[in-house]
């Protein structure tokens, strides 16, 4: 059980255009959903936290209207990239909680965004 | 904050021996300190973790310490093989509704036939 996926795995897309990654919790219903962004050899950067039916809660430093996030319903979770450029190229990673605060985080398995 | 440091950045082991990665962490509040390995290009995967009113746990080759006073806390791979040869994230959370974790800069763990 817990298996998180993400689609798409990778994308590659033009500066100026936008960019939607989906992930979705499989085989339970996560009521909080998180997003990374991971750059080579490095750790993972927390972008944002959704709550199904609420705002995403932003990280200090992370555009809110450059990276909008949805949680539609409680097994899925969406980021779009608006008016991507090349430096947001990067490893995006998507995690699922059943419960904040007593579960665990699961993985989705990546989204390689290259903006050229 | 919480602020999640692992060390060493690198780790080399011959195959057969242990290895040993350490973190620590600024907030007394955290009590959810997961461990999770990921190889190249793939998503992180939990491998073990750990709860405040645990000192430690053990998972076949995998054990996880936790000394709650001296902020610290770490993963120990007995009998290594070269399957374990990884990147290894630490990670602390307060298990609040946020549930958000803070994570360490990571260790590259190479281990040698």
């Known amino acids: 059980g817990a298996v998180v996926s993400q689609h798409p795995s990778w994308v590659i897309c033009k500066s100026g255009t936008s960019v939607k990654i989906e992930c979705r919790s499989l085989?339970?219903?996560?009521?909080?959903m998180f997003w990374y962004r991971q750059f080579p050899k490095q750790s993972l950067m927390l972008m944002a936290t959704?709550?199904?039916?609420?705002?995403?809660?932003?990280e200090q430093g992370v555009e809110k209207d450059k990276f909008l996030i949805n949680h539609a319903s409680l097994t899925l979770s969406t980021l779009t990239v608006t008016s991507a450029h090349p430096e947001d190229s990067s490893f995006y990673i998507c995690?699922?909680?059943?419960?904040?605060?007593?579960?665990?985080?699961?993985f989705g398995p990546g989204t390689r965004l290259t903006v050229l | 904050g919480e602020n999640v440091e692992q060390h060493p950045s690198t780790l080399s082991v011959q195959e057969g021996d242990s290895a040993v990665i350490k973190c620590t962490y600024s907030?007394?509040?955290?009590?959810?300190f997961p461990w999770y390995k990921q190889e190249l290009g793939k998503r992180p995967q939990l491998i073990i973790d750990?709860?405040?009113?645990?000192g430690e746990k053990k998972d076949q080759r995998i054990a996880v310490t936790l000394n709650k006073t001296a902020k610290h806390f770490s993963l120990h791979i007995t009998e290594t093989q070269p399957e374990d040869s990884a990147v290894y994230f630490c990670?602390?959370?307060?298990?609040?509704?946020?549930?958000?974790?803070?994570f360490g800069a990571g260790t590259q763990v190479v281990v040698t036939p």
């Open positions: 995690s699922a909680s059943r419960s904040a605060g007593t579960d665990t985080q699961y």
């Open positions: 085989d339970f219903q996560a009521t909080t």
């Open positions: 959704s709550n199904e039916g609420s705002k995403a809660t932003y």
């Open positions: 907030d007394s509040a955290s009590n959810y």
């Open positions: 750990i709860r405040s009113n645990v």
């Open positions: 990670a602390a959370s307060k298990g609040d509704s946020w549930g958000k974790f803070q």
